[in-house]
DNA sequence: ATACGCTACTAAAACGTTTTAGTAGCGAAC
DNA sequence: GTTCGCTACTAAAACGTTTTAGTAGCGTAT
């Protein structure tokens, strides 16, 4: 209250040097710098317990040490371990993290918008990756200078964005390789939405494995959800009738809704029927039986999009796409077909 | 890149006005101004494409519109609803919202220290609820001029931190009465930890419900675990030899692990004992059977905070705390003890 | 003796706003 | 015809840094 702020200048003349001295010492440009000074500098620092101003720092330096992260779909499973990892890399990196939502284009981008007015030095975004969504403000903001980077979205060959993508058509193909490795013919799939990218893709890889496996794909034994555990619910009851031995579940709500229903129908996972879901592995990993589960990497999406980012910002010709790997995790759902 | 920057100074220069004048359109101060000048000035501003700079206007005005969220213990499930509310509220007001970490006090200090390097306006906690967790860096900020506000935190009587709390011992009350309302008499609990206020007053909530109940209480009825899956299944191992009818879980994941538990020893919910969880509603909403559950209202928390926060900054010296209800969601774990 | 180069600093402009303290112009009052 | 007050603006300082373009002082080479 009574003290006035302490500044640069009030350091400068505590340690009786310039303000452009105590600048140098802090940025640690101490090449040509008696240790005295220097040592005179951080002295007054430390006595005055000077905190500087990262505000006026940046207006100086036209840098915010600040990304922005921007959030579709908060609902999602996978949401908050990208936010982790996002913050993780910011931290080590020294940025602070700016946070905002988006529901529908609309949204994003007034929050966009937002982001740009604070000055963020880059822009990561997890969201809505419907085809019909359209990235042009993102473009604008990535050739204004400011790197931008897409998590999970889809996004056209020549976009000028760089990109963090999960590669869902293997991830299908291992969920669905590993119950024809167990012995199943009948896999059964509840698939994502056919507008989603990402439905598409596990889709893509499900009928990929059956082929290799020289399993015939029947449509009969597909579903499409909407990512939604009702939807899971619904598509499970209705493919229980084709008798599948097992099931491949594009989602992870999803799973929990066909273990649901399967629970209604009171059949036995996994002796009756095997099932793999596919996504953020902690959320089907408390269910009882434990889910076998192709894990999507979200937090490392997280640490990768702000990595590519940081990187983005020395060399913004450079754009990089970077392609993650799924895995299977094996616990309690899977098992060879009943004799 | 060929273009200038664009200025409020460009503006002027281009509706012939002064810096002062476009500033004052800007901020909405027009009471006295002439009509045709303010509309020079929005055309300009509109042709130029003209985004004002958040980081200059807070150097100048001494206010970043940012509020800073320092989440500990990110694995918790009640940390996404909390960061979405907040975020919301955020939005709302014209805020933007920082995030940051702590795992433990070292790291919360730091997080501290980074949030007012940057200058927020304001500082929500939602964090480390531990009795040896100490405030005084807390304290200091806000009595600096920073309003902070801690979700969830025990705090001294004394502090002048503002604090929005959940009313865990009403919440313990409603589980237990719920139970015993079913006529249930052999009622269990899983506590949580001693050493947390959370864990305590859900306890005295259990304990006081029992007692309006005039059941007597029974240590060997009590477990005591520690929040996580492993430990609430552990326990519910061990009171299933008390034979209890009923179990009130005093946490979300823990109640996934006593269902597993349940699970293996084969025994059915909620024909042969019923069972109710504590916490973030979603987390249990898709175990099958679903989980009658205590409603932590968290995303309210997140938003309430944040509304504090903004009121705090009005008037620092009206410290407010504000006790957030929670309810009863009964689902299907639920029933009357067997005949 | 002057010039030169080097070391260790410094003065001041710049970043893009807001805000304070005006002021020019003009009609009305005395 | 001054003065006054009002309207509709403006000039410039301020916010707290970084950075550019020096410069003072001093030893050395010519």
């Known amino acids: 209250m009574s003290n006035q702020r302490v500044t640069i200048r009030s350091v400068a003349d505590a340690a009786g040097v310039s303000m452009s001295t105590v600048s140098n010492v802090l940025s640690g440009r101490h090449e040509q710098m008696a240790v005295e000074t220097r040592e005179r500098v951080l002295a007054a620092i430390e006595q ?25 779909d908060v609902t999602n499973s996978l949401y908050p371990p990208v936010t982790v990892g996002a913050e993780e890399a910011c931290r080590q990196a ?27 030095d880059a822009l990561v975004l997890f969201a809505i990756s419907y085809f019909d969504v359209e990235s042009n403000h993102l473009s604008a903001a990535q050739s204004a200078g400011m790197p931008v980077v897409a998590i999970n979205r889809f996004l056209p060959e020549d976009t000028p964005l760089s990109a963090v993508w999960f590669d869902h058509q293997a991830g299908g193909e291992l969920a669905t390789r590993h119950l024809a490795d167990l012995g199943h013919r009948r896999i059964a799939h509840i698939a994502g939405p056919a507008n989603r990218m990402t439905g598409i893709q596990r889709r893509q890889g499900y009928e990929a494995a059956l082929t290799a496996a020289g399993i015939r794909i029947h449509p009969s034994l597909i579903a499409e959800g909407d990512y939604s555990f009702a939807s899971g619910e619904r598509a499970m009851l209705t493919l229980w009738q084709e008798r599948p031995t097992a099931v491949f579940v594009a989602g992870d709500v999803m799973a929990l809704g066909a273990m649901r229903a399967l629970a209604r129908l009171g059949v036995r996972v996994p002796d009756e029927i095997s099932l793999v879901a596919f996504g953020n ?29 940081l990187r983005r910002m020395q060399r913004p010709e450079e754009k990089e796409v970077r392609l993650l790997e799924t895995s299977l995790l094996v616990r309690e759902t899977t098992a060879p077909p009943a004799a």
């Open 281 to 309: 592995p902690d959320c089907v990993r408390y269910a009882t039986p434990a889910i076998t589960t192709i894990d999507l990497p979200v937090a490392t999406a997280g640490r990768v999009a702000v990595e590519l980012a």
């Open 94 to 120: 020294g940025y602070g993290l700016l946070l905002a939502t988006a529901e529908d284009s609309a949204s994003e981008r007034r929050s966009v918008e937002l982001m740009q007015a604070k000055r963020v």
């Open 48 to 72: 005055l317990n000077f905190q500087p101003n990262h505000v006026a720092r940046s207006l100086a330096t036209k840098r915010t040490a600040t990304i922005g992260l921007i959030m579709g």
